[in-house]
């Protein structure tokens, strides 16, 4: 599989196939991130892997918790219930003062966008599945996890195999190329 095929064909992936996924392919997808660009390369990137049942249903349960749904609108978020029977979960945390912040621009969530990225094309290309969660009671995850609080968690990551339904799942809409893409200047 190519980087295009790679990016093209990654899905978010909410439920799993009942399977283990290796400590083998957990580091294969890990020490890719680490290639990611980053401020300076400071690389403020670090990721906790989690396996604990009991954790990883605390986990999920942290993902779907009212009080942080209800101000953004959504009564539930879709991807908990995958989050908590994923066998694998990686919490990908940050460490802002290992990056830039220029014009009120905080560069550490960059840095993330781009290693998480990484990450979920690294699981597409191993055949395995995952989505960006995004959603979560960030103290609840550091309590749970031991995280510092000058640390902050920035996606939660259920990885696992892609049930047999889920393999051909429809891209959700993009936006035409003319919508974003402009030429000599801002249309
Ligand atoms: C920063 C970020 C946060 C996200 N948070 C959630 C989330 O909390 N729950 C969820 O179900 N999906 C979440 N998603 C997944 C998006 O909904 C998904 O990427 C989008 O609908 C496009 O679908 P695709 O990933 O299959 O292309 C998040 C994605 C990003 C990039």
Redesign the pocket.
């Known amino acids: 599989m190519d980087v295009f095929e790679a990016i093209k064909t ?3 992936i ?1 439920r799993f196939a009942d399977k283990s996924v290796t400590d083998e392919e957990i580091n294969t997808i890990l020490d890719t991130v680490r290639y990611s660009p980053s401020w300076a390369n400071m690389q403020c990137w670090r990721f906790v892997v989690v396996r604990d049942k009991e954790k990883i249903k605390k986990i999920g349960e942290l ?1 779907n918790l009212e009080s942080f749904l209800k101000p953004m609108g959504y009564t539930t ?4 219930k995958g989050v908590s029977e994923a066998p694998v979960v990686i919490v990908a945390c940050a460490d802002p003062t290992k990056s830039g912040k220029i014009w009120e621009q905080s560069y550490y969530l960059t840095d993330m ?1 781009i290693a ?1 990225q990484t990450l979920m094309l690294a699981v597409r290309a191993l055949g395995l599945g995952t ?6 009671d960030e103290d609840g995850i550091r309590k749970l996890l031991e995280i510092p609080t000058n640390i902050r968690v920035v ?1 939660v990551f259920p990885i696992g195999h892609v049930p047999e339904e889920k393999k051909d ?1 429809k ?2 809409p993009r936006k035409p190329f003319e919508e974003i893409v402009f030429y000599e200047k801002w249309r």
């Open positions: 990654r899905r978010s909410r993902t978020n879709p991807a908990s966008g998480c989505v960006f969660v995004g959603i979560f996606g799942a891209m959700p």
